[in-house]
């Protein structure tokens, strides 16, 4: 083990300190007298002791094995891993909007209520939806909310019967979680040979105790669903709302909108579509729009613009009630803004173009070295079957696995499950010509190792700090706490 990667327990040195802090000059507290003896530890705690560089060369360390949008190319289908502008860091961090406090009186705010009133009214604007809310903390927890007002709808209808959502083979799969969660049953509707929900399956499905439909457009094949419209009349012909999955919604950005399509409520993921860095899991933010016949129904309190300024509204009789403490992440809610005034409409119209024409430039370079399950033009992603390479002795584990040693954060892997071998590619518009084309001769490079020299790549990684971990193990039974043993048992 080098240096570099010992742990820092393994570092301490007995009475070795990282601060020098002057004398106390006034009499401190017995402990005893600051703490009730049952919460004291029997022993003091083990702290590492360590010097400040040692501690400054710990941590500098471990950031350099992370991969981020920052450090490279992270085409992560689904996730929309693109580049984040330092402007929007910047004007999260005034300190106008950093030092607020959600308990500060509604006249000492009126600024941050400005910008989450504007805030809604772009997001109204680019989703063709009568009414946004900000509260909703991530994507699925919009997912949840869009569906606890729809359900709120149908009660409020006399309508207790509508007990299922129906959501496609392909779907992201907190759609069918979110639909259980929220007292509903799911039932999968099926895709065609082309990637597109089969139209006779839903007229099959649809009925009067259909609650919604959940989709996306483009549907995470990044393929876009083209009979829509039909969709649309068939599920509310049955009674039923449509939900719309808006988490990716760089393709459609000023080209379409939900809202025009026929859907009745939709959420986005702010820290996708809109530039907040994510991944490792959080803060998050998905706000949910609503067409008119549900906003009786959105989460108080909700923003309103009075003559005096603007004012959080309590009185909202048939809300579902508060679904997140305070407004929701307001830091993003900064960050989007920011954002979108910056792009301008113009400047959204552009990314949709982008992220397009660079997931169909790899998709058709990458064509001849993979299987390509759907071959229509696509939209912001696509996806590869690994099925060729399989037969090989090559998994796409293994693929995902050799594009480490490239420096690439790897595609999504076997996801959707509806595509054998699947590998899912995002490349994002801000992505260079160059960096996609790297990236498409490292895979193709890799499609022909599959041939000449397999085992370069089912041993992948070679150049990572770790090599290829029991993922199941990993995730089954991790240890995440250092204890003093010389032996972790697994
Ligand atoms: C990421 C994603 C979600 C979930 O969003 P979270 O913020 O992670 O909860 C839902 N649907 C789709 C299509 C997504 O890509």
């Not at 999955?245 to 760089?250: I, K, L, M, P, T």
């Not at 660079?358 to 070295?369: G, S, T, V």
């Not at 399950?373 to 037969?391: D, M």
Request: glycine residues 8%; aromatic residues 8%; hydrophobic residues 35%.
């Amino acid at each position: 083990m080098t240096k570099d990667q010992a742990l820092i327990f393994e570092l301490s040195r007995e009475g070795r300190t990282g601060h020098s802090l002057p004398d106390m000059d006034v009499e401190a507290p017995a402990v005893e007298d600051l703490l009730p003896g049952k919460f004291k530890r029997k022993e003091p705690a083990e702290l590492p002791q360590v010097s400040e560089l040692q501690l400054v060369r710990h941590y500098t360390a471990l950031s350099r094995r992370n991969h981020g949008v920052d450090s490279g190319f992270y085409p992560l289908g689904s996730c929309t891993m693109k580049y984040n502008p330092k402007v929007n860091e910047d004007a999260a961090r005034l300190p106008g909007f950093a030092h607020l406090h959600p308990y500060q009186p509604e006249e000492q705010i009126q600024g941050a209520l400005e910008l989450m009133y504007s805030l809604q009214q772009s997001l109204e604007a680019v989703t063709g939806m009568d009414q946004v809310t900000l509260q909703p903390a991530a994507g699925a927890h919009g997912e949840w909310t869009g569906l606890m007002l729809i359900r709120a709808y149908h009660e409020a209808n006399g309508d207790h019967g509508r007990t299922k959502v129906i959501v496609p083979d392909s779907a992201h799969g907190t759609n069918p979680a979110s639909a259980v969660v929220a007292g509903f049953e799911a039932v999968t509707v099926r895709s065609t040979e082309e990637g597109l929900v089969d139209l006779e399956h839903l007229r099959e499905l649809a009925g009067s105790d259909t609650a919604a439909l959940m989709l996306t457009n483009p549907n995470t094949l990044g393929l876009f669903e083209r009979q829509i419209v039909e969709m649309a009349d068939i599920i509310h012909e049955a009674g039923g709302k449509l939900y719309y999955d808006g988490a990716n919604s760089n393709a459609i950005l000023g080209m379409t909108r939900p809202g025009d399509m026929g859907f009745d409520v939709v959420h986005l993921n702010l820290h996708k579509t809109f530039t907040t860095p994510h991944g490792g899991g959080g803060p998050g933010s998905g706000p949910v729009g609503v067409k008119q016949d549900l906003v009786p129904y959105l989460p108080a309190p909700v923003i309103r613009k009075a003559q005096h300024g603007y004012t959080f509204h309590y009185d909202i009789p048939e809300t579902i009630g508060r679904v997140k403490p305070f407004y929701g992440n307001f830091g993003i809610n900064v960050r989007a803004y920011t954002y979108i005034r910056t792009m301008g409409p113009e400047g959204l119209r552009q990314v949709s173009r982008q992220a397009v024409l660079n997931a169909n430039y790899m998709l058709r370079r990458l064509e001849p070295h993979f299987d390509t399950p759907y071959t229509q033009h696509c939209k912001h992603e696509f996806v590869l079957s690994g099925k060729r390479q399989k037969k090989l002795g090559v998994r796409t584990l293994d693929i995902a696995k050799r594009l480490l040693d490239f420096g690439y954060h790897p595609p999504t892997i076997y996801f959707p499950v509806n595509v054998e071998e699947c590998l899912m590619i995002e490349p994002t518009e801000t992505e260079s010509k160059e960096t996609l084309d790297e990236f498409c001769d490292a895979m193709i490079q890799i499609a022909q190792e599959a041939e000449s020299n397999p085992e370069i790549v089912q041993d992948a990684p070679h150049t990572t700090v770790v090599g290829r971990m029991d993922e199941t193990t990993a995730a089954r039974k991790p240890v995440l706490r250092w204890e003093k043993r010389e032996t972790v048992s697994t």
